[in-house]
Nanobody, 126 residues
Framework: QVQLVESGGGLVQAGGSLRLSCAPS????????MAWFRQAPGKEREFVAA????????YYGDSVEGRFTISRDNAKNTVYLQMNSLKPEDTAVYYC???????????????????WGQGTQVTVSS
């Protein structure tokens, strides 16, 4: 069983930046894609960004396009989410996810992913 470990969350003022990291607990881990989702209290889990290992394709949710950047470090087997120009509405628990079994589409849905991290809290104050 592989665990995904997120880090980098915290409290930041509106307009600030944070960088989240996600790494698997096992070094010999291979995924077709990895993604970030977020969930605010009382709301459904929302797609934030995804990156595919083949071709480096990236996809973003409409609410973060142009502000957030997903990237990966192959040597460290780590995925990052750089979040700039943060807004209070970005406040949520952010989850890392990994797709082990290839699925059609762009990885925008919760059920496109096989493994999930425990989540890291991001709070943006106004």
């Amino acid at each position: 069983q592989v665990q995904l470990v997120e880090s980098g969350g915290g409290l930041v003022q509106a307009g600030g930046s944070l960088r989240l990291s996600c790494a698997p607990s096992r070094r010999t881990f291979s995924a077709y894609a990895m993604a970030w989702f977020r969930q605010a209290p009382g709301k459904e889990r929302e797609f934030v960004a995804a990156i595919y290992w083949s071709g480096d394709s990236t996809y973003y949710g409409d609410s973060v396009e142009g502000r957030f950047t997903i990237s990966r470090d192959n040597a460290k087997n780590t995925v990052y989410l750089q979040m700039n120009s943060l807004k209070p509405e970005d406040t949520a628990v952010y989850y890392c996810a990994a797709q082990i079994s290839l699925r059609p589409g762009y990885g925008l849905r919760v059920y496109d992913y096989d493994y999930w991290g425990q989540g890291t809290q991001v709070t943006v104050s106004s």
